[in-house]
């Protein structure tokens, strides 16, 4: 079965501060992709980065950054210089039974306060 | 431009009515999709269809039901059978396979 788990439900930061969302994630796929999803306060979601399985080289675009490691099933986003925008909700989603069904952590609401 | 469009954006229905929810794609995807959102459970799949005239169920589909008679078009309907109906229903399709799902604004339906 698959599951993603975003133990911090929420997490308030002083803008300019720099922090990490962890996800840690279950699949008994040996080839799989990892999402991150963002959630303004207007509801849609927003993709943010897909990574697949084969490739554990951190990505980096702008002040967001992404940690694969797939020794400890983790996929933590980094936000540099927090901004008062970055306020949302974040998820990580596995997708799964042919790609076409994907698992959604809960979520952390983070709350950048300036 | 393209994207997905859901409406209304805001849905009131006594208890007890069915209710069918708008969701349109002009990206020209095959795969949509129906999720519910609850305060602090994420999302959780309602429906999905791969292609025109066929659709599966997800993680929760009692009480809920969904036609796809156009690749663009995906309604779902929330009927009366549904407990709890009282959530925000996210719409998103994909072009299938191992990319992104793109996601409709939202509707939040509250049953009094």
């Known amino acids: 079965a698959q599951k993603v788990t975003q133990a911090q439900t929420e997490i308030s930061v002083v803008e300019k501060e720099d922090v990490t969302l962890d996800c840690v994630y279950e699949?008994?796929?040996?080839?799989?992709?990892l999402f991150w999803y963002k959630q303004p306060p207007s509801g849609e979601l927003v993709f943010l980065i897909r990574?697949?399985?084969?490739?554990?080289q951190n990505e980096i675009s702008g002040r967001y950054s992404w940690n694969f490691q797939k020794s400890t099933s983790s996929f933590n986003f980094t936000i540099t210089a927090s901004q008062v925008v970055d306020s949302a909700v974040y998820f990580c989603?596995?997708?799964?039974?042919?790609?076409?069904?994907?698992?959604f952590g809960t979520g952390t609401k983070l709350q950048v306060i300036p | 431009d393209g994207g997905i469009t859901q409406s209304p954006k805001y849905l009131f229905r006594k208890e007890g009515q069915n209710v069918t929810l708008s969701c349109e794609q002009n990206?020209?995807?095959?795969?949509m999709y129906w999720y519910r959102q609850d305060p602090g459970q994420g999302l959780r799949l309602i429906y999905y269809?791969?292609?025109?005239?066929?659709?599966q169920k997800g993680d929760i589909a009692e009480g809920y039901s969904v036609s796809r008679e156009k690749k663009e078009s995906f309604p779902l309907t929330v009927t009366s059978a549904q407990k709890n109906p009282t959530a925000f229903y996210l719409c998103?399709?994909?072009?299938?396979?191992?990319?992104?799902?793109?996601f409709g604004p939202g509707t939040r339906l509250t049953v009094l």
């Open positions: 699949t008994r796929d040996t080839t799989y992709y």
């Open positions: 990206l020209n995807h095959d795969a």
């Open positions: 989603a596995l997708p799964s039974g042919g790609y076409q069904k994907v698992t």
């Open positions: 269809s791969q292609i025109v005239n066929d659709f």
């Open positions: 998103a399709s994909s072009s299938g396979g191992f990319v992104e799902q793109f």
């Open positions: 990574r697949n399985s084969f490739d554990e």
